[in-house]
């Protein structure tokens, strides 16, 4: 069994912050793969299902963003789960817009929400850093952090929404390769080799015709005499 956590504050004030990707993320996989209906669990809301053959409790912590840790901890001793059972979805000021990293284990590097769970649980469990950009100086992270998303975001966002959603059975059984690989072809998708054939250069086409043949000089005379040599 997962625990997949994600990090926000609740109330309808707070659901278009970019502090709230984490509970963003949650509610995408829980709408694409048919969990259960969010209810009141563990000072949070819950949502359980499956992911591929995974089964997996996506909690969003209602104790807001400093006190997240009260909330992880009692899901994790209600379940018996280990520390490396527990998936945290955050943003993450240290990455730009529309990335996504995995990482386990680590430091806090002031997140008021992961330091809290860390209190509670240790350093070892798992963080899917969801990149929000930084905005450029320490001063203005508060606000920055607790204002929406513009809406010249809506596309990246969207895009990486949808990753997560696609990958979410690769991050629930382990692979956290596969997982970011599924973000990647939503937010990054290839670029297809083929295309339109170029027209042809008029230029290059007049340098590719044959010369015209030039006019012969000689005489009637001297053309027959050139042909009885």
């Given at each position: 069994?997962?625990?997949?956590?994600?990090?926000?504050?609740?109330?309808?004030?707070?659901?278009?912050?970019?502090?709230?990707?984490?509970?963003?993320?949650?509610?995408?996989?829980?709408?694409?793969?048919?969990?259960?209906?969010?209810?009141?669990?563990?000072?949070?809301?819950?949502?359980?299902?499956?992911?591929?053959?995974?089964?997996?409790?996506?909690?969003?912590?209602?104790?807001?963003?400093?006190?997240?840790?009260?909330?992880?901890?009692?899901?994790?001793?209600?379940?018996?789960?280990?520390?490396?059972?527990?998936?945290?979805?955050?943003?993450?000021?240290?990455?730009?817009?529309?990335?996504?990293?995995?990482?386990?284990?680590?430091?806090?590097?002031?997140?008021?929400?992961?330091?809290?769970?860390?209190?509670?649980?240790?350093?070892?469990?798992?963080?899917?850093?969801?990149?929000?950009?930084?905005?450029?100086?320490?001063?203005?992270?508060?606000?920055?952090?607790?204002?929406?998303?513009?809406?010249?975001?809506?596309?990246?966002?969207?895009d990486l929404m949808r990753g997560i959603s696609d990958g979410a059975p690769e991050l629930a059984r382990g692979d956290s390769a596969?997982?970011?690989?599924?973000?990647?072809?939503?937010?990054?998708?290839?670029r297809s080799s083929g295309g339109p054939r170029a027209e042809a250069d008029p230029a290059k086409a007049a340098r590719a015709e044959?010369?015209?043949?030039?006019?012969?000089?000689?005489?009637?005379?001297?053309?027959?005499?050139?042909?009885?040599?």
């Amino acid at each position: 069994m997962r625990l997949f956590v994600g990090l926000g504050n609740p109330g309808p004030k707070y659901t278009g912050n970019r502090h709230n990707i984490g509970f963003m993320a949650v509610d995408r996989i829980a709408a694409d793969h048919g969990f259960a209906p969010w209810r009141a669990k563990f000072q949070g809301q819950v949502a359980d299902g499956r992911l591929g053959t995974e089964k997996v409790i996506l909690l969003k912590p209602e104790t807001y963003m400093n006190r997240s840790g009260d909330s992880v901890q009692a899901a994790v001793q209600f379940y018996k789960l280990a520390t490396g059972d527990v998936t945290v979805f955050h943003d993450e000021l240290d990455l730009a817009p529309g990335k996504c990293r995995v990482k386990q284990g680590g430091g806090h590097a002031g997140h008021n929400g992961l330091r809290s769970i860390q209190t509670h649980l240790g350093p070892d469990f798992q963080r899917v850093r969801l990149g929000i950009g930084h905005p450029g100086h320490k001063d203005r992270v508060s606000p920055y952090v607790l204002s929406d998303f513009a809406k010249a975001d809506s596309d990246w966002l969207d895009d990486l929404m949808r990753g997560i959603s696609d990958g979410a059975p690769e991050l629930a059984r382990g692979d956290s390769a596969r997982f970011l690989n599924a973000v990647a072809l939503r937010v990054a998708p290839p670029r297809s080799s083929g295309g339109p054939r170029a027209e042809a250069d008029p230029a290059k086409a007049a340098r590719a015709e044959p010369p015209a043949p030039q006019e012969d000089p000689r005489s009637p005379l001297q053309k027959l005499v050139h042909r009885f040599r």
